[in-house]
Structures are given as C-alpha cells and as structure tokens.
C-alpha cells in the first residue's frame, strides 16, 4: 500500500464508520455487538489498477469494479484526478439553466458515440437519470394524449434505481420488499433468460426461436394494457443484478419492431452497460436497434466524480419545444448537482483513456478468455449450470442440479464470495436478496485494463472457493 498507514493509524476510523456511517445493503448488528461476535466495518484506503487495499493493509483483487460496476478505467488515474481539480478551481457549479464548458464538450464526444442521439440531460445517479426519462414520458403523455398513453413498461429481474418511481419500474421483487405502495402505471413484462425458459412455459424453446418467443411475451402484455396506454418499454440491454442475462438471439431486433408497431418509445437502462463494459461503447449497440432514451451513470466517470445522462433523440426532445403560451409547455425538471462541473470533465478524460488505451478491444478479447475459462470450471464444478456474459460483465449461475436446474440456495452462494474474500482477498460479487430463489449467480465485472494474470487469479480463487464449499 501506497503511504505508511497501519492499522493502528485508523483505528479512529474505523470507531468513527462504527459510530457513524449508515452502509449501503448492510446489517450493521455485527458491528454493535459485544465480545468475539463484534465484527469491524470494512475500510477501502487506496486503490491501483484493479487492487484495493484495505485499513489492515491487505491486498485485493478488486473483480467487481468499485462492488458495483463503476470503476471501469481502474483506480489511481492522476490524469482524471487533475482534470476533475483544474476544473472545479476554474468553475465548479452552476445550476443546469445554463451551461458549462466541460458540458458542452462531453455531451458533443458522448454524441458521436451515438448515432441516432442529439441531446444529453445531466443528473448525478443512474436512478436519478432513469427518473428523468420516466419523467420525459410522462409530460409527452400529457402533452400529446391527454395523459392516457403513460404506462411505463418494465422487465422482471431489471433494475433501474432506487428511488420509489425506479423501484415501482423494478423487476428485482426483493429490492422492492416493504418499500410500498408503489408509483402506479408501471407494468411488468417477463424476463429473456433462456436457461430458465422452462419455468416459463417455453423450455421447449432455444436460441433465436426462444428470443422472439421472449420478445412477444411483451406484445401480450401491451395488449393486456391496451397500446394507447403504453407510452414506453424500458429494459437493460444486459440484466445486471438479477443474473446477467445476455438476451438471445432475435431477441431485440422482435422487441424494436413491437415499439414501433405501437408507438412506444424505446428507452435502454445502459447504468452498468455502458461506457465499454460489454465492449462496446453501449450494450445496445451489440444487436443494431435504436432506441429513443438511453440513460447511464456508473462508467461514465468511472466514479472519479458523480455524473449521469439522459440521452434522447431529436424527436424526443423536440415533443419539448413549443411556442404556444402555456406556461408549462416545458420539461420542467431540474438536479441540482447535473450542473456540478466534475463530472463532465472527469467523464472527458475518461473516455479518453478508453480511446487511447484501446480499452474497448481489450474488454473483447479479456471478456472472451474469462467466459472460455468460466466454461472450463462449467466442466470441473457440477454446481455450474450456466455462463453467460458481454465483454468483462460475466455470470456464473450455481445450481443445487444441473438436470432440475434448481438454485443453489443464496446462502451456500454468499459462502462461495466469503471464501474469495477472506482466503485469496478476491472480491466476487453475486446476486444479493434481489429475485427470491434465484439470488444464485456469481458476478464478474473487472476493470477493462484487466489482463490475463488478473483474469487467472480471479478465476483460481472462484475454483478453490467452489471445490471448498461444495466439495
């Protein structure tokens, strides 16, 4: 580790998170309790390339990118830092009414990334992002339908935030769990996982026939609702948190011809995906359709600074322009930190480093050789039903059998990630009380200069936590 900190130097650090800090998705009993059960709150010190290291001054490999899916150029980028300082002494805030150097110069290079898009909305969290586009669709709704046309589809196992608005769009039923009542006009279509078409009704189904298969279930549910209800689909390109699941074949060619079958705007959830996660700037760009709203946050500044977008096509955001006399004929939205200047610049040099460092081919060609590793520990571990994955945002998912398919309890899954911690200080991630029963996929999603060595190490200590719990 970097400096001469131990542990010693923190132990009011540590005594200060105990006292003090509420963690994100944490049971904070054990760090209240009294004698041997007492258990200390984990402190990250420093970061480099891929590893962290922690107040104890132990080494980790870091395949969770951050813990969720964000620090996709890697820790310890000076140049990032610099530009996020260099900005913030020249300009550092003003509300979005105007605008900002740094912003207009990301959103024209986010821009040429995405054909089809012309404007960018800036927030400060994929949810708050998320939040805007639900937004968008329901002022059109108002605006050109007399509010009917406001229903807001969504997937099951898709995430989309945390707010109460992005939690009624949910798929993830434990995420949501005693979070209620929730925002109404929110529906839910069914997930594209193949391996578990069968529980679906489908499981006679596979490849291209199962994803339009897929991809219909959504036409019955729209009209279910009555078309002239649906004013948007929102979908993750790759499902993140509920097992990442790469849809199949066919699956989204079917899903863009039902949107403008019945006029429903097309809006991709790219918070984990985009920004070269799965290899290419945005996972939707792997299956050639064009969406209306693509919203994204995590990799966009690789977390160097707090940035998310709303992106729309010119026909979205022209719904907005109108010259009438009506006082709210305007998008009238505001987030107070989307006028902050470091994120934007941090996101400028962020794509840079991407750019000059070839970031996307290596995301191909390491997310490639991780997913032929994965399949080879598939044939060593019978608990391995199923690998699936883009670029470096891979999944394993374990099974209790591989001919009744049926999931490995969570409990059994989160010993597989203790092992990778405390024996071999990897840190793995899996899917956590999000779909009951199915909390039985281990995730993989490394920083994008991961190497083979890095990819290696990953994988050993995934095998030697497999073979110790499952024997």
Not at 226 to 240: F, H, I, Y
Request: charged content about 20%; hydrophobic content about 35%.
């Amino acid at each position: 580790m970097d400096g001469n900190l131990q542990s010693n130097d923190l132990s009011g650090v540590v005594e200060a998170d105990r006292a003090h800090v509420w963690h994100h998705l944490s049971q904070h009993a054990g760090y209240m309790a009294e004698g041997d059960a007492r258990t200390d709150p984990k402190i990250i010190v420093e970061g480099k390339g891929i590893n962290v290291w922690d107040q104890h001054g132990r080494k980790h490999i870091d395949a969770v990118s951050g813990g969720v899916w964000t620090v996709n150029v890697g820790y310890g980028r000076e140049s990032i830092a610099d530009a996020v300082r260099d900005q913030l002494v020249k300009m550092n805030f003003f509300g979005g009414t105007v605008g900002s150097i740094p912003a207009a110069q990301f959103s024209e290079r986010l821009i040429a990334k995405m054909p089809g898009m012309t404007r960018v909305y800036y927030a400060n969290s994929g949810s708050e992002a998320n939040e805007k586009g639900f937004k968008m669709v329901r002022q059109i709704a108002h605006k050109r339908y007399g509010g009917k046309k406001h229903k807001i589809l969504y997937r099951d196992r898709d995430y989309h935030g945390t707010t109460i608005a992005c939690l009624s769009g949910g798929g993830q039923e434990e995420r949501n769990a005693q979070y209620g009542p929730y925002t109404p006009g929110f529906v839910k279509v069914p997930h594209c996982l193949e391996y578990r078409a069968m529980d679906q009704g489908l499981g006679d189904l596979s490849g291209e026939a199962y994803g339009i298969a897929a991809a219909n279930a959504i036409e019955d549910v729209i009209l279910r609702e009555g078309p002239d209800t649906v004013g948007a689909l929102c979908l993750e390109p790759v499902t993140a948190g509920g097992g990442v699941i790469v849809p199949p074949e066919g699956y989204w060619p079917r899903v863009q011809e039902i949107c403008k079958k019945y006029d429903i705007l097309l809006h991709i959830d790219e918070v984990v995906c985009g920004m070269g996660r799965t290899g290419t700037w945005f996972g939707y760009q792997h299956y050639g359709i064009q969406p209306d709203i693509v919203t994204m946050a995590k990799g966009v500044a690789s977390g160097y600074a707090a940035i998310s977008c709303c992106v729309t096509t010119e026909a979205v955001f022209d719904m907005f322009k109108d010259d009438t006399s009506d006082h709210l004929n305007y998008f009238r939205d505001i987030s107070t930190f989307g006028g902050c200047t470091a994120g934007p610049a941090a996101a400028l040099e962020n794509m840079r480093i991407l750019e000059d460092e070839n970031l996307l081919d290596n995301t191909t060609a390491m997310g490639t050789y991780m997913l032929e590793q994965l399949e080879e520990l598939k044939g060593k571990h019978a608990c391995i039903g199923d690998v699936r994955g883009k670029g470096l945002f891979l999944g394993a998912e374990l099974v209790a059998d591989r001919e009744t398919r049926a999931p490995l309890p969570e409990k059994l899954v989160a010993q597989v990630t203790g092992h990778c911690m405390s024996k071999d200080a990897v840190i793995i991630g899996m899917t956590n009380r999000s779909v009951p029963g199915f909390n039985n996929t281990l995730c993989f999603s490394p920083a994008l200069i991961a190497t083979k060595d890095d990819i290696d190490a990953i994988l050993a200590s995934v095998d030697g936590a497999l073979t110790a719990v499952m024997g």
